[in-house]
T-cell receptor, first 113, second 114 residues
Framework: DVKVTQSSRYLVKRTGEKVFLECVQD?????MFWYRQDPGLGLRLIYF???????EKGDIPEGYSVSREKKERFSLILESASTNQTSMYLC????????????FGPGTRLTVT | GNSVTQMEGPVTLSEEAFLTINCTYT??????LFWYVQYPGEGLQLLLK?????DKGSNKGFEATYRKETTSFHLEKGSVQVSDSAVYFC?????????????FGGGTRVLVKP
């Protein structure tokens, strides 16, 4: 069965902290994505990666960076967390050429105080 | 750029009622259209898709028809169940654009009461 897992379901961090969100998929997918989900705004793409060590900016990359050292793992990094980064973060993966069928993890609800 | 507009929720219905969620889009190319569903506490999952004009996608009793003339992709189900309570997202993928990204609408929360 297809599976995308995220390291935490809930996370509380302080302003200015460095935050790591981890995502692992077991489907051998080349493509991986990070989104944030906010009420009324839907999902907005932060970054995506189509291969190991490759990354592309999405629609809202400011304040975030990513790392993809292994095919199955895609990390989202908040270099200095701010309160406006309080959100639900969703990771997804897909096969190349089938980016419409993305498999999502359950999400990490991050609160920055 | 591409955009997707959905009706705002929440939509509250009784079991066995008819459900419609409106979705319209703006796209520069010839997009494929999708509905994703997010059940409580879970990630999104693909519900149905349509890749060209007049295609009808269907799954689990849900249907949506790709209407190019009205740039719409409304989701319908004839008789909802409590288990259909979820957030529904309309999305498009412009396969001609670099990166083949998905663009999502704001989501519509549906609550079905027994």
């Amino acid at each position: 069965d297809v599976k995308v897992t995220q390291s935490s379901r809930y996370l509380v961090k302080r302003t200015g902290e460095k935050v790591f969100l981890e995502c692992v998929q077991d489907m051998d997918h080349e493509n991986m994505f990070w989104y944030r989900q906010d009420p009324g705004l839907g999902l907005r793409l932060i970054y995506f990666s189509y291969d190991v060590k490759m990354k592309e900016k999405g629609d809202i990359p400011e304040g975030y960076s990513v790392s993809r050292e292994k095919k199955e793992r895609f990390s989202l990094i908040l270099e200095s967390a701010s309160t406006n980064q309080t959100s639900m973060y969703l990771c997804a993966s897909s096969l190349p050429g089938q980016t419409y069928e993305q498999y999502f993890g359950p999400g990490t609800r991050l609160t920055v105080t | 750029g591409n955009s997707v507009t959905q009706m705002e929720g929440p939509v509250t219905l009784s079991e066995e009622a008819f459900l419609t969620i409106n979705c319209t889009y703006t796209a520069t190319g010839y997009p494929s259209l999708f509905w994703y569903v997010q059940y409580p506490g879970e990630g999104l999952q693909l519900l149905l898709k349509a890749t060209k004009a007049d295609d009808k996608g269907s799954n689990k009793g849900f249907e949506a028809t790709y209407r190019k003339e009205t740039t719409s992709f409304h989701l319908e189900k004839g008789s909802v169940q409590v288990s259909d309570s979820a957030v529904y997202f309309c999305a498009l993928s412009d396969l001609g654009a670099a990166g083949n990204k998905l663009t999502f609408g704001g989501g519509t929360r549906v609550l079905v009461k027994p």
